[in-house]
């Protein structure tokens, strides 16, 4: 079930100041997955565990999840795992500018909030300003994967990557469409869209070395 917040309220438009990286995360010298929009943030805690040579970071604009999930990983002691709560529209900009160019080596949005009604369509999460701050914070050969359950929704993050021209579709795609999920463990909307029998969309990118014309 999606329990809806409004990003564009006057609420969500406060920017949020990101903690340290030494206080996010132990070993700093690892690569980060940024996960954005990471609900309970269930994906992320299991694959921290499966993959302890990375790090994690999990951002969610719904705060009592956030309150849940950094208590989930509290409990299991994970130093490679942080959520932060945050509109990724509003606050990530800043927190990528302050990284070294190349600690962010993938990002994954992952079953976003549809918004079906058309008065809602501004309310999705990726628009053209969020991609040019993901192309900014990669550097050549970084990924970008993005999975949905509603092909219209997939449709359009597709359209809007390839036309900001700083990623190239990954070539041993052939369809969009139950494709091989290249993540080791899967969402639970992901859990429960397969156990439905319905079609899941998926999509890698990889940033490519054309060069940012971003201030």
């Known amino acids: 079930m999606r329990q ?83 509109n990724a529209n509003v606050s990530l900009k800043i927190w990528l500018e302050s990284l070294q160019p190349g600690q962010i080596k993938r990002v994954s949005i992952q079953f976003p909030d549809p918004w079906f009604k058309k008065k809602h369509l501004k309310r999705r999460i990726l628009k053209p300003s969020l991609l040019l701050v993901i192309a900014k914070g990669l550097t050549e050969g970084n990924h970008l994967f993005f999975q ?15 036309l900001t021209g700083y990623f190239d579709r990954c070539r041993d795609e052939k369809t969009i469409c139950n494709g091989t999920n290249p993540l080791l463990v899967p969402t639970e909307r992901e859990h429960y869209v397969i156990s439905k029998g319905l079609p899941v969309y998926r999509v890698s990118f990889k940033r490519n070395n054309v060069p940012l014309l971003l201030a």
């Open 4 to 86: 809806h917040v409004n990003p564009l309220s006057r609420f969500f438009q406060i920017p949020v100041e990101f903690p340290p990286i030494t206080t996010l995360f132990k070993d700093t010298s690892l690569p980060i997955h940024l996960d954005i929009g990471c609900a309970r943030g269930r994906f992320l805690l299991k694959v921290a565990q499966m993959e302890p040579t990375w790090n994690y970071l999990g951002i969610e604009i719904r705060e009592p999840l956030v309150t849940t999930a950094e208590s989930d990983r509290k409990a299991l002691g994970l130093s490679n795992l942080y959520y932060v709560f945050c």
């Open 148 to 162: 949905s359950d509603v092909k219209e929704v997939i449709d359009e993050m597709i359209a809007i990557t390839e």
